[in-house]
């Protein structure tokens, strides 16, 4: 209670840095016990309503710092691991604020077109019992549908930069006067990539508003750019010092050969029978053959990137987020803020470009305290920049073999197993038994069952070895050691167990 006293009291430019154990997605009971639950904030019955009906029973670290002051009316810039709710911390206190004016009230503006809409239906859901109006504004859409929306009462907008401006200096969106603005991804808003767009929109916009950035990552160069756009802001960061990645994922890596990286994938998707993963590639030509690839092979898995129809983008994403098929392949258009449910695993296919790429790329799994895998394939002359995500992430990156052919096998024949014994037993195949029992015993009935089923599976093929072995990747790396600190955070562990986990940063990418 007493820091909360601290936050609230707060009248000039401060830097408020949780100091209790923060790295939880959501609170713990005891955190519960200490700040209260989401009624304590003084939010609107309606809201509270909203936030009932979407489960939420505890607020997360970020929650408990960004709502109070928020709803101070203070500029606030709020850091906190990926999967933490950052946007109910944004989005909870701007919509209590919302005057119902008939005027677009809150602007969130983010980096991806599935981002917005994404954000759009989170605000939606949230504030529907408080009247939130929701638009979201971005390319590859109807242009007089986004404004008739607008029009009729939004007064919400979640958009992405090129659209909004484009509604802006057309003049089709003449009073756009929110008292709130978003920027959310706000490192990756302020970096190269985009900072001119939003200069711009900023342009257009009220001089006196509340402005809120939000972000996994802040590096300090962003940090001090975000100051001409705040007015005396208060920093809350409740992200660990000593680790920027959720602690419940678990982070891999695997030493391959350049042309090993089709093969190496293919292993390490047949070991790990992953539910729904994503897989990251560095740009889109690379996704669309990684993807051609995989689906001849037999695996479900469609593409996702910046060159694609928006109505093939809707889909791919819409029927990932419904388990339709277990693979998504994608560049970092999908690195940022997508919150997609039970993702088992990230792969990087490619290694990221920079360490932020790498703690928002692996925090599409793991999210609200679920356990999460990152898998990432690397040449020996990309060692380099794994040691420089593991120094700004903190995250423990562990080394594996990739396994043979043979121990693919045993695994995919363990899982299947399981498979079966978990398996419950409905009527038409006790129906079907029972025909077949006349002329054939029980054990010969499942043999050929499962022979059939075997047949039809997709089985393990390739190389028996692929990649370096830890033999081979343990000479490499003293060599390496003795020019770098590396050495020391090389750790190594058997095939199959898999290893800690680290903090980090943000960033801007290219070709997505
Ligand atoms: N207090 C809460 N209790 C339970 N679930 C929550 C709570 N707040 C948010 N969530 C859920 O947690 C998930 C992650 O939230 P959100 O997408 O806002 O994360 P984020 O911090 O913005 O992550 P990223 O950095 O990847 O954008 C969402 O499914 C959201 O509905
Ligand atoms: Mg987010």
């Known amino acids: 209670m007493e820091e909360k006293t601290k936050v609230i009291k707060t009248t000039t430019a401060t830097t408020v840095t949780a100091t209790t154990a923060a790295a939880t997605t959501v609170a713990t009971a005891t955190e519960y016990e200490k700040y209260g639950g989401f009624e304590t904030f003084g939010l609107s019955a309606d809201v509270l309503k909203g936030v009932t009906e979407a489960g939420f029973t505890v607020p997360s670290p970020i929650q408990f710092r960004a709502i109070p002051v928020i709803l101070q009316g203070k500029d606030v810039v709020g850091q906190a691991q990926t999967g933490t709710g950052k946007t109910a911390a944004f989005g909870l206190p701007a919509i209590h604020a919302l005057k119902n004016t008939g005027q677009v009230e809150l602007l969130v503006i983010v980096p991806t077109r599935e981002l917005a809409s994404q954000i759009s239906d989170e605000l939606y859901r949230l504030g529907r019992f408080a009247g939130v109006k929701t638009v979201a504004v971005y390319g590859g859409q109807s242009i007089s549908r986004q404004i008739t929306a607008i029009n009729r009462g939004a007064n919400v907008i979640t958009a992405t930069p090129g659209r909004l401006l484009d509604h802006l200096r057309s003049g089709r969106l003449k009073s756009l006067k929110p008292s709130i603005v978003v920027l959310d991804e706000a490192d990756e808003m302020l970096d190269m990539g985009f900072i001119e767009d939003i200069e711009s929109i900023i342009g257009y916009l009220p001089k006196v508003r509340q402005t809120l950035l939000f972000s996994a990552t802040m590096p300090p160069a962003i940090r001090a750019l975000a100051k001409r756009i705040l007015t ?142 990152a898998i990432t394939l690397l040449t020996p002359l990309e060692f380099k920049e794994l040691t420089r995500i593991m120094e700004v992430s903190g995250a423990k990156i562990t080394y594996e ?4 052919i043979h121990e693919a096998k045993k695994h995919y024949l363990t899982e299947f197993a399981e498979k079966i014994l978990s398996q ?26 499962i022979t059939i089923l075997l047949n039809d599976k997709k089985t393990v093929t390739g190389p028996s070895k692929i990649g370096l072995s830890a033999k081979e990747v343990e000479r490499m790396m003293n060599v390496f050691s003795r020019r770098t600190s590396f050495k020391s955070k090389w750790s190594r562990t058997k095939p199959g167990t898999g290893g800690g986990s680290g903090s980090g940063g943000g960033g801007r990418r290219t070709g997505r």
Do not use: W
Not at 401 to 404: A, G, Q, V
Not at 424 to 429: E, R
């Open 401 to 404: 073999e990739i396994p043979s």
């Open 424 to 449: 419950p037993i409905d009527d038409a195949a006790v129906q079907l038994f029972q025909s077949l029992s006349d002329g054939l015993d029980a054990t010969q009935i499942a043999c050929k069952v």
């Open 232 to 373: 005396e802001p208060v920093t809350i960061d409740v992200t660990p010092k000593e680790l920027s990645t959720p602690k419940n994922i678990v982070h891999r890596y695997y030493v391959i050969q350049e042309r090993e990286r089709e093969e190496a994938l293919a292993r390490l998707i047949d070991t790990e029978a992953p539910k729904k993963a994503l897989i990251f590639c560095r740009t889109k030509k690379e996704t669309d053959s990684l993807s051609t690839t995989l689906i001849s092979r037999g695996y479900a898995a469609k593409a996702l990137h910046g060159d694609m129809e928006q109505d093939q983008r809707n889909e791919a994403i819409d029927s990932f987020r419904k388990g339709r098929f277990e693979l998504l392949i994608a560049t970092d258009v999908a690195a940022r803020g997508l919150d997609i449910m039970d993702v088992t695993h990230v792969f990087n296919y490619h290694i990221p470009f920079d360490p932020e790429g790498y703690i928002h790329r692996i925090g599409r799994t793991g999210r609200a305290g679920k356990k999460g895998l």
